[in-house]
């Protein structure tokens, strides 16, 4: 699951530079960091850093609600992945960074 979804984060973003951080987290970055993904044992978890901010008319966001800065997605072993609502998160966090580095 994770190696599917850094195929869409790489596809969303073809500048997006990936790190590893705080002992093997892969941490996607932008003009700062767009998300992080965590794997667990039944899910895959990736936490957008500014998720409270973009929009999610997908309603992709399912974890981390209650913050007023991250929000995350949880999947499932095995789930669909919408993959345009993805693309489409990671485009606007990208925005987001963007706009806030011009600044």
């Not at 590893?20 to 899910?43: A, F, L």
């Not at 789930?79 to 011009?102: D, G, Y």
Request: charged content about 30%.
């Amino acid at each position: 699951m994770l190696a599917r979804l850094r195929a869409l984060i790489h596809q969303a973003d073809p500048d997006v530079i990936e790190t590893w951080k705080w002992r093997g987290v892969p941490v996607w970055e932008h003009d700062g960091m767009i998300c992080t993904g965590e794997t667990y044992k039944s899910i895959v978890k990736l936490t957008f850093a500014k998720g409270a901010a973009l929009p999610d008319p997908a309603r992709l966001f399912n974890s981390s609600l209650d913050g007023n800065t991250r929000r995350a997605i949880d999947f499932q072993k095995g789930e669909e992945v919408n993959e345009e609502a993805l693309k489409a998160l990671v485009r606007a966090a990208v925005a987001l960074n963007t706009s806030k580095a011009r600044k």
